[in-house]
């Protein structure tokens, strides 16, 4: 009779229900932890996406005559480390404007796109962004990463200005890329650019208005004729 009483006054204490609720919720968070770590590629530092997705878009723009330059944090990091910077998780690369409407009616050919493996994320007048469409199997909008903001692209910006190019060999490709590479990327970045900074970056905004004007560029532009 005791035992039946200790029962029912247990039955009638909240508390009885609380603790099986809160630790039904501490092992969904866990799991959805444990979730997110897996499916989670961490992109910033899975250089073999970078590459794939590098090399995909240039092979789209040398089969199609457009030229391009790595730029910015790309340029960089293949000039001063031949490699992607660890914290910079976009890649940038450059083209004429002139050459602005043929990319655009690329991009529009579905077929080419899933052919190379990649997706349109970004199409405005002065920058189309790409990311893979697969990674490793992997459709990248459900499975790969764990948030939105994980995604790296890559950007490819479109000026009214060309540098005279130079080559590079970079991840496994030849690449081109600003003649005369370090005085570029003094202009970018100051004359600390070869000493690694995390989250220096340089303003494309910035970078368009004033290049013209710029010491680099006296002597190392080419028309770029629309």
């Known amino acids: 009779m005791i035992k039946i009483k200790r029962i029912e006054k247990l039955l009638k204490n909240k508390l009885f229900y609380i603790f099986p609720v809160i630790g039904g919720l501490l092992l969904l968070f866990f799991i959805r932890y444990i979730y997110k770590k897996i499916t989670n590629t961490k992109f ?4 073999d996406y970078l590459e794939e997705l590098l090399n995909n878009t ?3 723009l040398k089969k199609n005559n457009i030229d391009y330059w790595l730029d910015f944090g790309t340029c960089l990091g293949a000039y001063r480390d031949n490699d992607f910077i660890p914290h910079d998780t976009d890649i940038d690369i450059s083209i004429c ?3 602005s409407k043929k990319l655009k009616q690329l991009i529009e050919d579905k077929n080419l796109m ?3 493996n990649l997706k349109v994320v970004r199409n405005a007048d002065d920058l189309v962004s790409f990311k893979l469409l697969k990674y490793k199997g992997n459709d990248t ?3 790969v990463r764990a948030n939105a903001e994980d995604d790296p692209y890559i950007d490819i910006y479109i000026v009214d200005y060309k540098p005279r190019l130079d080559k590079i060999e970079f991840k496994g490709d030849i690449h081109a890329l600003p003649v005369h590479t370090d005085k570029y990327l003094e202009y970018l970045y100051g004359k600390t650019w070869n000493k ?3 989250d220096k970056h340089a303003d494309f905004h910035d970078v368009k208005k004033n290049i013209k004007t710029s010491e680099y560029f006296k002597n190392n532009v080419e028309s770029c004729d629309i």
């Open 97 to 99: 404007v002139k050459d």
């Open 141 to 143: 909008d459900k499975h």
């Open 196 to 198: 690694p900074i995390k």
């Open 58 to 60: 240039t092979n789209i």
């Open 114 to 116: 899933i052919k190379n």
């Open 44 to 47: 910033a530092n899975s250089f």
